[in-house]
């Protein structure tokens, strides 16, 4: 393998790392993770919700998921393209929020989409100059909410630190 292909290569596990990252931040309520996806000057287009910066996105988004009873985000299916310091990709992304609908009710919204992502390499950190989120399909289920309730217990999951995942990543 060529200098320039292992290059290319790192580039693309780093810019990966950033992808999970973020799904992470979301997840666990981790704000500066979350806002540290972007460039400064990055912008976020989540249409038709919510079209400004990557720091307007994350107050927007922190509010909504703050309000949520759970949410889970997944990526998938990562195609990556560098060229010196920019790159594009796409990622697929599922999302799934569960939140109160009426007493006695949940509602589970779970979103399929793609992230259309525009990099730059800036004081060797790679981040978002743009995102456009995509949905392809979206479906809600109400639920009884005793079907969905999770109790705490050892090892359960956290919306923070407390977090198991936390124990393995120091």
Not at 17 to 45: K, P, S
Request: aromatic letters at 8%.
């Amino acid at each position: 393998m060529s200098h320039d292909a292992l290059a290319v290569l790192l580039d693309k596990q780093a810019i990966t790392e950033v992808i999970h990252g973020y799904c992470r931040a979301l997840d666990r309520m981790e704000r500066d993770a979350a806002l540290g996806i972007w460039h400064a000057d990055g912008t976020a287009d989540y249409p038709p919700f919510f079209t400004g910066t990557g720091a307007g996105f994350v107050d927007w988004v922190w509010e909504m998921h703050a309000a949520m009873t759970g949410h889970s985000h997944q990526i998938s299916n990562i195609l990556i393209e560098v060229d010196g310091d920019h790159a594009v990709s796409e990622s697929y992304v599922t999302v799934a929020l569960q939140s109160a609908a009426g007493p006695g009710r949940t509602a589970e919204t779970v979103v399929r989409g793609r992230y259309l992502d525009r990099w730059s390499r800036r004081a060797d950190r790679w981040a978002l100059d743009a995102r456009r989120h995509v949905v392809d399909l979206q479906t809600v289920t109400l639920h009884d909410a005793a079907m969905t309730a999770v109790e705490p217990h050892d090892g359960a999951s956290a919306r923070d630190t407390a977090d198991p995942s936390y124990a393995l990543f120091r």
